[in-house]
């Protein structure tokens, strides 16, 4: 991307655009302000992700590597106190001092980036993270936009009928469906715990999971045996599917998910409990933004490793699906109203409209 330069630049020249809007290229604000262009980064990870270890604050010196102790801590003035890593979970943010693309660390491209805009975009809204997003205006003295989540509105495709039919013959609320974003791909022995965690609820389960490490197919890395006991009740399914269509679906009780940004706002839309599992750095933040701050989630217990037992997450399932649970009717309850805000006329299209107008004063700021 970074190779790109020349000919984003020619790009740039020749169409006049008012705004150029980017996530990694740190460069677009060189190439774009003196031709009199104003530049906004957009970011599609939460505000937490940035604002803990993103910022000048965290004077990360360039060509030495961070450490899980100097990130052990937030830094100065990080306005929240519920959603930061725990114990060993710093390590997921060590990657931050590495190089990412030629001669400059993530770090750097992301600073670097959010210094040089003329404003900061993030796919937020201030009703779940108002402070976090205050914080980082603060860091960079720059204008913070929010686009809300962006989530499509309508135009939805009907549910692939395979799924329909299979979802179709389950009780409402009753099926767990878990999905693991586009990027995962667990070690086999994880992929088999999880599994055999799914068919220890006794529920019905849709599993959709890329293959392992190793494998070709995600049924040759099943447990022995495990496709004959589940029949009937337990799919896993290594495509991809359609994801919201399949959460809007009645029989769908329980969405278990790596609270990526994107299934982040999607489960929220949702009607189902929600169990995080998280793997990587923002999906953490996430995580605790959902299950500390909001108390709309559960997030199944973890070791030092990062990852769980089959029993753990049978425990966390069992534990929101059961009717009589007061965990499950408490983050029911606290979701049915977030959900409700979320999906009220107007509520999305207002943080677009606001986001427009933002970016017409922007605009008109010579
Ligand atoms: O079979 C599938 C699997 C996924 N999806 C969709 O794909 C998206 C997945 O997004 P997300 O849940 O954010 O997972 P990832 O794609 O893995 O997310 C990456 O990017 C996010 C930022 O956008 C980060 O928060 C995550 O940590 C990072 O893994 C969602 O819209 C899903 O609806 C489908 O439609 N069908």
């Not at 980082?136 to 009907?158: A, M, N």
């Not at 994107?262 to 998280?278: A, F, K, N, T, Y």
């Amino acid at each position: 991307m970074d190779r790109t330069r020349d000919q984003v630049e020619k790009i740039i020249r020749d169409q006049k655009p008012d705004f150029v809007m980017y996530d990694m290229a740190y460069w677009i604000p060189e190439v774009a302000r003196p031709l009199g262009i104003k530049t906004i980064k957009y970011s599609v990870v939460s505000a937490a992700a940035i604002a803990i270890v993103l910022v000048p604050a965290r004077n990360v010196v360039e060509g030495k590597a961070i450490t899980a102790a100097e990130l052990s801590a937030p830094p100065t003035g990080y306005p929240s106190t519920s959603v930061v890593l725990r114990g060993h979970e710093v390590r997921s943010l060590l990657f931050v001092s590495q190089p990412y693309g030629e001669g400059i660390t993530f770090y750097e491209r992301a600073c670097t980036g959010m210094k040089g805009c003329d404003a900061i975009a993030i796919r937020s809204c201030y009703e779940m993270e108002e402070k976090l997003c205050d914080y980082i205006g603060r860091q960079y003295g720059k204008p913070v936009f929010l686009t809300g989540p962006v989530l499509p509105e309508s135009t939805r495709t009907p549910l692939e009928d395979r799924w329909a039919q299979w979802l179709n013959g389950f009780e409402a609320g009753s099926v767990v469906f878990c999905s693991f974003g586009s990027q995962l791909i667990l070690e086999k022995e994880q992929l088999q715990e999880l599994v055999l965690g799914f068919e220890s609820t006794g529920l019905p389960f849709l599993v959709v999971l890329k293959p392992p490490v190793g494998s070709s197919t995600i049924e040759e890395a099943l447990p022995e045996g495990f496709e004959e006991r589940v029949k009937g009740r337990g799919v896993v399914w290594g495509g991809w599917v359609q994801q919201l269509e399949i959460l809007d679906h009645p029989s769908i009780g329980c969405f278990v998910n790596t609270c990526g940004f994107g299934s982040m706002w999607e489960s929220l839309m949702s009607d189902c409990q929600i169990v995080l599992v998280p793997h990587l750095g923002d999906q953490i933040l996430n995580t605790r933004l959902m299950a500390e701050e909001l108390k709309v989630a559960v997030e199944v217990e973890r070791d030092e490793k990062g990852w769980f037992t089959k029993e753990n997450l049978s425990n966390a399932i069992k534990g929101v699906m059961d009717k009589d649970s007061e965990v499950g009717s408490m983050i029911k309850k606290n979701h049915s109203e977030w959900r409700k805000l979320l999906r009220s006329e107007g509520f999305m299209s207002s943080y677009i409209d606001k986001f427009f107008q933002n970016m017409q004063e922007l605009a008109d700021h010579k």
